[in-house]
Nanobody, 112 residues
């Protein structure tokens, strides 16, 4: 069974940092690209960042470029999202994703 479990969310002031973690199990981790999405209240879920399995190439949404960094540790089956210079508009539930599989999400709240 594919499982993705996020952690690391919380409440932080604008300008602060958080590091989200995604623990993966139930599949051959090295074979898959992994992404982070987020959903703010009343808004659609949007892609934030992704990382390939092959060479670790990364993609970022324009809104987070230069502030967020995605990384993966294949040995630990983990994907991380380092979020710096957080803004109130970064508030939302952050989800780890692989194809049609989603984690339960972790709440990030950035106060102004």
């Amino acid at each position: 069974e594919v499982q993705l479990v996020e952690s690391g969310g919380g409440l932080v002031q604008a300008g602060g940092s958080l590091r989200l973690s995604c623990a993966a199990s139930g599949f051959t981790f090295d074979d898959y690209d992994i992404g982070w999405f987020r959903q703010a209240p009343g808004q659609e879920r949007e892609g934030v960042a992704s990382i390939t399995n092959s060479d670790g190439s990364t993609y970022y949404a324009d809104s987070v470029k230069g502030r967020f960094t995605i990384s993966r540790d294949n040995g630990k089956r983990m994907v991380y999202l380092q979020m710096n210079s957080l803004k109130p508009e970064d508030t939302g539930v952050y989800y780890c994703n692989r194809d049609q599989f989603w984690g339960q999400g972790t709440q990030v709240t950035v106060s102004s």
